[in-house]
C-alpha cells in the first residue's frame, strides 16, 4: 500500500522515432538511409515521423510530405501501417506491464509510468527503466529513450535530454539546480505565441521566471501563471492517471484538392459521417444522451487555411444535425473548403446514458 510520504518516482519512456523504427526494422534495405512515415506528398500528406538520418537534413513529424522530399530528394517515404504500430505499442505496454500497471499511455510511442514504492530491482526506478529499455530492445528489436524524476514534468524532460536510446534521471537534490537553465519554451502550455511573449519581457530561462512572483504571474498570464510559476521551480504534483473518461469524439478528412460548393461538401460530409459512426460503434463507451444534450460540431478549414468550428446540442446523432450545422456556417462564408470535420463532445458523465443505435443508423454503421 503506497503512503503520501513515499518520495515519488515518475519514469516517462518514449520510442525512438517509433512508426519509422518499426519501418527499419521490417525492411533490411531501408537502414541507415533517411526514411519517414506519412501521407502521399500529391494528396497534402504529412509526416507522421522520421528518423535521424532524415532529421540531418531539416526533416521532422508535422512537415508536408512534399516539402520533406524538396529538403531530401532521397528521402524514403513508407505509408502509415496505423495496425501494425498499434500491434508493436501494444507488445511495449505488455512489457511495462511486467514491472507497473500503473501506467498512464500519451501516445501509442510514449507513457508515463508511476514507480512510487515499486519493489523490483530493489526500489530502484533507474534499474526498473533501464530494464525496460533493454527488454523493448532485445524482444523487439526497438529504442526507447527515458527518463527519471520526482514529477511528470521533470520526467518528460529527462526522457528527452540524451536521445536517442538514451536514459537520463533527475533526483530531487538536482532540481533547483537543473530547472535554474532549463528554456521557458520547455515549460508544458507554452507555445511559440507564449514563448515570444515571455522572451519580450526578458524571461527566456526558468531562472528569469523564478523572479516572477505568483500574483505578477497571473497578472500577466492569467490561470496558466500559476503552471508557470511552480513549473519554473520543477514543482509538478499531477498524478500518473491510469484510468480516465473520453470528452469527445470527432473524424476529419483533408481534401486532395479544394472542393466547392454546398453540394459537393455535404457529399463529402456524409462519407466523414459514416466513419464517425464506425468508431463511435467501437467505443467501450458510448455515452449519448437521449433527450437534447449531444454537443455536436462541425468544423470547416478554408482553402486559405482559415477555419471555423460551429456547436449546438442535438437529441440525436443524426446526419441531419450535421448537415444543418454546416450549411448554417457555410452559408454565411461559401468558399472553397480544404477541410471538413465533424464530431461529439461527451455528456457530463453524471448525464451519460449508454446509446442504443438505431436500426438505420447501425445498419450504416456495419456497412461502413
Known sequence: MLTAS??????????????????????????????????????RGVLCTCNYEARKF???SAMPSSQALKLCPQLILMPVDMAR???????????????????EPLSLDEAYLDLTGNPQLGNSATLIVKEIQKSIQAELGLTASAGVAPNKFLAKIASDWKKPKGFFAITPDMIAEFTKNLPVGKIPGVGKVSESRLHAMGLK??????????????????????????????IDDEPVVTEWVRKSLSVEDTFASDIHGAEQCLVELENIYHEFLRRLANQEENPVLLGGRNQLFVKIKYGDFRQTTIERSFPDLSLEAFQDLFLERYGANPRAVRLLG???????????????????????????
Open 6 to 43: 513515499l518520495p515519488r518516482k515518475i519514469a516517462h519512456l518514449d520510442m525512438d522515432c517509433f512508426y519509422a523504427a518499426v519501418e527499419v526494422r521490417d525492411h533490411a534495405d531501408l537502414a541507415g538511409k533517411p526514411v519517414a512515415v506519412g501521407g502521399d506528398p500529391s494528396r
Open 58 to 60: 531539416g526533416v521532422h
Open 85 to 103: 504500430y498499434k500491434e508493436e505499442s501494444h507488445k511495449i505496454h505488455e512489457i511495462m506491464l511486467r514491472f507497473t500497471d500503473r501506467i
Open 205 to 234: 530561462t526558468c531562472a528569469d521566471l523564478q523572479s516572477f512572483g505568483r500574483n505578477e504571474l497571473v497578472r500577466q498570464f492569467g490561470s496558466m501563471g500559476f503552471r508557470l510559476y511552480d513549473l519554473a521551480r520543477g
Open 342 to 368: 465533424l464530431g461529439l463532445r461527451w455528456p457530463d458523465p453524471a448525464e451519460r446514458l449508454q446509446l442504443r443505435l438505431p436500426l438505420d443508423t447501425a445498419g450504416t454503421t456495419q456497412s461502413a
